[in-house]
């Protein structure tokens, strides 16, 4: 026993490697056609943009400020970006609402310490996005399942926070081309969700990361903008936006935001100074102008090599598919979620997928907190080429189809 | 009240601005000469090198891997250089012994959230780098007072925190030219700790940002180093060593990293997972290239101009301090400590100080998590010019003999 071991905090029972990082990293063969990581093509980076952005930066006086210290609440001229965009969306904010953070996934790791006591409850969907959980999970909140267009009510919630002693702080949804399901939330859902967090009395962490990847469909309005136009404006509001950079310019910069009430904001503000002090100035300067200069362009071209990609998914599954398998049609973002007869186990079906057939997946298990969804696989489709797709599908469909008609 | 004023975490009671930020806001004007900030001097940045690293790091198939997700790890050839940094300093590691962090501020923060539930005792300096104290307030620990050199025991730091049913889970401490005092601490009091930390069972975080800025006496053996020797490794170690490229290459693009043993490290990227997936690969790539080029080269343009600045420094205050006034004589680092009589407040003087005099420093109390030190400064010498720092001393001095000499 190491000295370390008698030393951690409670907390870090609660930490537990992602299954479905370990899972990538065993799937990462040159051979096998992959639809398991959910990352953004890196072939369609504007690796130039990036380039020419550092250089403009790092030329002459500014380059003193961007490899200084900065302010934790993020670079001013990112934010005016940010307000602009969020604006298109409808929600009416200055820059003040606004906190960068590194990734959105550090946006859900300050919510989850500005927010949760142990104990505290989380409602979240099932499947969801685990990132997230791992992200509350330091925390030590208990959850309960929130499934909007469900009949669930507030008061079913509350009963049972109740039972526990337990408070409801917040729900958290992913409502555009959710990670793993591709589902989007309608706009009555979104408004039932607002309306039930008003009964509770809790907050709304809306995560959208997928918001800007939409390929057919009408564009629905986030929660927080109904929020907004409800309670008066974005200084009433109970939701949280979180955004990123991430699936539209680049990942690579760690780059996303927070909008929410201005004090809210300031008190995030607060953990983000004792926690990393500020995200790199070089690298918010860096994307605010390559967001000013090709966000919209940019988005256009990848929007139309993804939607490609899911339309021969769709079209492959239709075609390769035996019956009593479903899937969802994703109106945008990177997944979609397949459904197999309640007989078959993903994590099995996944062992002969890439021993034999040379396909891969992810397991809609791990997409679980409570272990079921064991008929379920995650499919992307953001970073395979189309005649992969139709191959490695074709492949899938067929060790499916031997799969469950022996059982049957 | 707002809809969150009800929904704030325990924690958030202790979050608050510090207020060294808050006041350099204040002290940032143009006719003031400023001995308040404790940032490096910008115009010392290896800008261009920078520029070329990402130029490089941009250019062909490597820019798809600089702009996509990395490991929660770290880049493994920054690691690598890392540990031939360590080396230099005693300490024999591998790059599994190395988790890279956005600034060693991130470091602090991880290491309070791997190790601290509430109500555990952290044995910190006084006066310390409140920022670290900042980072584990979230954690809600008991802090109680360790003062290499002094003579209080494991016993009595063991007897203090059993008095609230609490356990010593580290010691936090700033061994080389710390912020805010300068000082240094021997190699007898670093073995002292050791002893200290053995006997308790507890760990000792060691946070040395300033390491690689001596400008004379002998370099001292990190705690980390001696811990290796004499437990048989780094993996039976108790200690933590925390680095930063932020005093010598850039502080822009936040990069610091842990050393410690794996256990401890793989325990570490676990949370670096939940709490922002990875450093941006980008900034890491670039820092490895820039440190292989010119840390050794660079470190040394820099430790002569800021050795330049102490010196006039510590000329100035012998010159222009009246009688009662002591100062610390740093061998390294950014500051120096100055102690005034006991009668004077030191935040008195700064009214007088900016208002009249137009010159700047830091009261000490900002430094003491409890309220004393209100006769004692801080000035820093690493953004000012020679010249600047006679004028600056010169109008201090006179102000403090005019404070001192009516109250007598």
Chains 1, 2 share one sequence.
Not at 107 to 127: I, M
Not at 245 to 262: C, D, E, N, Q, Y
Not at 380 to 388: D, G, L, M
């Amino acid at each position: 026993m190491s000295t370390w071991d008698a030393l951690y905090a409670n907390r870090a029972a609660r930490m537990r490697a992602s299954e479905i990082r370990e899972l990538l990293k065993l799937l990462d063969k040159p051979d096998v056609i992959s639809f398991a990581g959910g990352i953004p093509d890196p072939r369609l980076f504007p690796a130039e943009m990036f380039q020419e952005a550092y250089r403009d930066v790092l030329t002459g006086p500014e380059a003193e400020r961007a490899l200084q210290y900065g302010v934790s609440e993020g670079s001013h001229r990112l934010r005016s970006w940010i307000v602009a965009h969020m604006k298109t969306l409808g929600v009416d904010c200055a820059p003040e609402n606004i906190l960068i953070t590194s990734g959105s996934q550090q946006g859900l790791d300050y919510l989850g310490k500005l927010l949760l006591s142990p104990g505290d409850t989380v409602l979240a969907q099932a499947p969801t996005y685990l990132g997230a959980l791992q992200a509350f999970n330091a925390y030590e909140p208990n959850y309960d399942r929130i499934d909007p267009g469900t009949n669930r009510t507030a008061d079913d919630f509350k009963a049972q926070a109740d039972l526990k002693g337990s408070k409801v702080k917040f729900a958290y949804l992913s409502p555009d081309f959710a990670n793993p399901t591709g589902k989007t939330l309608t706009w009555e859902e979104r408004r039932s969700v607002l309306d039930q967090a008003g009964r509770l009395g809790c907050g709304i962490l809306e995560d959208s990361p997928y918001l800007s990847l939409r390929y057919d469909g009408e564009p629905i309005a986030p929660i927080l903008a109904m929020d907004c136009e409800r309670s008066g404006g974005i200084d009433q509001t109970r939701s949280v936006f979180l955004g990123s950079f991430s699936k539209t310019l680049s990942p690579g910069l760690r780059l996303g935001w927070i909008v929410a009430s201005r004090d809210l904001i300031a008190r995030l503000v607060l953990i983000k100074q004792a926690s990393d002090l500020n995200t790199p100035v070089i690298n918010q300067e860096v994307m605010a102008r390559v967001a000013e200069a090709v966000f919209e362009t940019h988005t256009a071209t990848i929007r139309a090599a993804y939607k490609l990609r899911r339309d021969v998914m769709l079209g492959a599954l239709e075609r390769h598919m035996p019956e009593g398998v479903s899937w969802t049609r994703p109106e945008g973002g990177m997944f979609v979620w397949v459904t197999l007869p309640a007989h078959v186990d993903a994590a099995d079906l996944l062992e002969k997928a890439v021993g034999n057939a040379k396909v891969a997946f992810v397991p809609g298990k791990a997409f679980h907190s409570d272990g079921s969804g064991a008929n379920t696989l995650r499919l992307s489709f953001s970073c395979a080429a189309p005649e992969k797709i139709e191959e490695g599908l074709s492949r899938l469909g067929k060790l499916i189809a031997e799969t469950v008609i022996p059982a049957l």
